[in-house]
């Protein structure tokens, strides 16, 4: 069973940075694909970043066009964590953002790609 927790978030004023982290417990070693979603209330889901890794040393990484130049997604498989780097933050970043994780196949920005799914962290950012 794989078990994704995030932490990290928090209120900031616009301009500043918040570093989400995700730590991967259990049975990991073939997540291959790793995604942040935020949800925004009445919004729907949507795709922030992921990375992927065909298994070697080298990362794919993809961002949303809103968030692209600001995020940075990144993993430590040492430490079993992925983690959003999140600089020159917007009002409209609010939203609880979530990890996500996937054993491979599509690997993009849609939820439906993913299979587990942490609880969330909130990031609110003030004008």
């Known amino acids: 069973q794989v078990q994704l927790v995030e932490s990290g978030g928090g209120s900031v004023q616009a301009g500043g940075s918040l570093r989400l982290s995700c730590a991967v417990f259990g049975y990991t070693y073939s997540l291959k694909c790793m995604g942040w979603f935020r949800q925004a209330p009445g919004k729907e889901r949507e795709g922030v970043a992921r990375i992927y890794s065909s298994g070697g040393s080298t990362y794919y990484t993809d961002y949303a066009d809103s968030v692209k130049g600001r995020f940075t997604i990144s993993q430590d498989n040492a430490e079993n964590t992925v983690y959003l780097q999140m600089t020159s933050l917007k009002p409209e970043d609010t939203a609880m953002y979530y990890c996500?994780?996937?054993?491979?196949?599509?690997?993009?920005?849609?939820?439906?790609?993913?299979?587990?799914w942490g609880q969330g962290t909130q990031v609110t950012v003030s004008s």
């Open positions: 996500a994780g996937s054993y491979g196949g599509s690997c993009g920005l849609y939820a439906l790609d993913y299979t587990y």
